[in-house]
């Protein structure tokens, strides 16, 4: 059984989150998503609009998802390589070459896919604080 793992707030849940999650899941046969605590997010300065319960649950609900673990500090990564025995970790292109991913070529494959064109929960949050009377317009 090839085992993946992935990692993300997963706020705002969208179809390039869902893309990711089915790509991944492509590559292997059981997917873990460590998703960040809200105790993380504070930690890096980001405020997720779903708590992390809500957000697991929904993580929880998506087919490709076999396993929901939180992700509470930078550091678990290779803990979790080895606990989950994960073949191989997948993130978005953002991360290439990130030192805290390149860190786990010593204990399986690293693999960056392209982020989804067109979306990002960045842009949604965005496009939601609009003034009022801009998200009437035609």
Avoid at 6 to 24: E, P, Q, S, V
Avoid at 110 to 137: A, M
């Amino acid at each position: 059984m090839k085992r993946i793992l992935t990692y993300g707030t997963y706020d705002l849940l969208h179809y390039g989150h869902i893309r990711l999650l089915k790509r991944a899941k492509a590559m292997g046969d059981y997917l873990v998503v460590a998703i960040s605590t809200d105790e993380f997010n504070a930690l890096k300065g980001k405020k997720a609009y779903h708590n992390y319960e809500t957000r697991k649950e929904m993580l929880e609900a998506v087919r490709y998802v076999d396993l929901v673990i939180p992700e509470t500090d930078w550091e678990q990564k290779i803990d979790d390589v080895k606990t989950y025995a994960i073949d191989t970790v997948v993130m978005g292109s953002d991360w290439t070459d990130d030192p805290r991913f390149e860190c786990l070529r010593d204990y399986c494959e690293v693999v960056y896919l392209d982020r989804t064109q067109g979306i990002s929960t960045t842009q949604i949050k965005k496009e939601l604080n609009l003034p009022q009377e801009e998200l009437f317009e035609s």
